[in-house]
DNA sequence: ACAAAAGTGTTGAGAGTACACCCATGC
DNA sequence: GCATGGGTGTACTCTCAACACTTTTGT
């Protein structure tokens, strides 16, 4: 079979925009302004165009949907099963990302009516094959934070470890002991001080800022 | 963008088909008998048909190049680079899967002058992005057999403890404590006794087999 | 002075690591 | 009886988990 008379599969991208928001974490969603599947909410995502990379045209939709720069992206998973889109062939390539939803806000385009974010824990039924996708971005960002220090992307430059500490305890829905917690945290040297925050009614903690770039694997917890 | 308009990159899919073979790790190559890179080695791939899902194109390239049953196959990464290939737009969605070198037969088809086992730490220059693919191929087998049963897919149904840490050995490019090795691994109460190995001159080796499924995150060394 | 979150050490259990000799068989 | 791999135990170190009180600030 030639190159040229192949019948292609589309190809598109999806990405799983995770936030921490409102003491929970939280996916960004869109309600689908075309067929198929419209009106129901949806993973973003989009063809991926001839003259893009796989990761430019994740970025780009990220853009679209968030406009946040700042991000952690990665490829997650292909899912690529006969049947999973209506119109034909398509397989997508999909990404998950952790965005600091400080500097953040929410577009709507052409084939989006809506954009809002959902709790990990109340989600809609959604359109495709994207609730196994959005699953296994969990099983995955999960798997991150042990090993890895993608935590920190979800939270400002200088920040404390009690924030650090509230982030995992919100991603794995458990808490953790403080003192052990620290002594982790501080014995991976990873960190730099970074003087203490003020106009804090209580005792003024200190403030710490990453070393290393982010995502690395560090064997975190 | 209408999707049946939208121009539609090609998509493939190529497998790192490792085995063990000789006390050394081996990925199999094949010789590309057409353009674009005739004459050179490549990881064995094709192209994903219209209506096969991503792994049965997988498996059926696996089953066209070696015959073999019983393997170990999981999604790598997909590489979609502009350029990658110099005949167009080319997203390839790779594997890697582990045969047991014991019941395989490599073949040939028309894409393919030859097929043949190079050991990882001896390979020749390679087509499009192969290189890359391959080494990221070897940090994840290196990782899934730290965290994973996977190399137990490289041996026969019953082996022998000494077997098992001969594959660790090959694959890390290092030696294990027996005493350490052994306990770690009855530990984990994965195994099952299965008698003992006659004919070897020397004394009768345990056989076990595996209770489990092969694969599944089990925390190993 | 009180509310609120920050910060801090010790102990016990379990896992990992280092290390050397006897055992069962075939020839 | 000897060559060949098979099989076994102990002591030390290090990491992980459990646990409660004092400190510093703003109001």
Do not use: C
Not at 26 to 52: C, D, Q, S
Not at 55 to 71: C, I, S, W
């Amino acid at each position: 079979m030639s190159f040229e008379d192949y019948p292609k599969p589309a190809v598109t991208v999806d990405i799983v925009i995770f936030t921490i928001k409102d003491n929970d974490l939280k996916v960004l969603l869109v309600k689908r302004g075309i067929e198929p599947f419209k009106g129901m909410w949806a993973i973003p995502g989009g063809f991926v165009r001839i003259n893009e990379s796989l990761e430019d045209a994740a970025r780009r939709e990220l853009r679209e949907e968030t406009g946040v720069k700042d991000v952690y992206l990665e490829q997650l998973y292909t899912f690529g099963d006969l049947g999973r889109d209506p119109r034909g062939r398509v397989i997508t390539v999909a990404y998950f990302a952790l965005v600091n939803s400080e500097n953040l806000k929410l577009k709507a385009t052409t084939d989006v009516k809506e954009a809002k974010w959902f709790s990990v824990r109340k989600l809609p039924p959604l359109a495709f094959d994207h609730e196994k996708i959005l699953k296994y971005a969990l099983k995955r960002l999960r798997w991150k934070f042990e090993y890895t220090t993608v935590a920190f992307s979800l939270l400002p430059k200088k920040f404390t470890l009690s924030e650090l500490q509230r982030i995992y305890e919100i991603v794995f829905n458990k808490k953790f002991d403080k003192r052990n917690f620290r002594k982790k945290i501080l014995s991976l040297n990873i960190l730099k001080k970074e003087g203490k925050k003020r106009n804090v009614s209580h005792r003024p903690p200190q403030l710490y800022s990453l070393k290393k770039k982010i995502g690395e694997i560090v064997e975190i917890l």
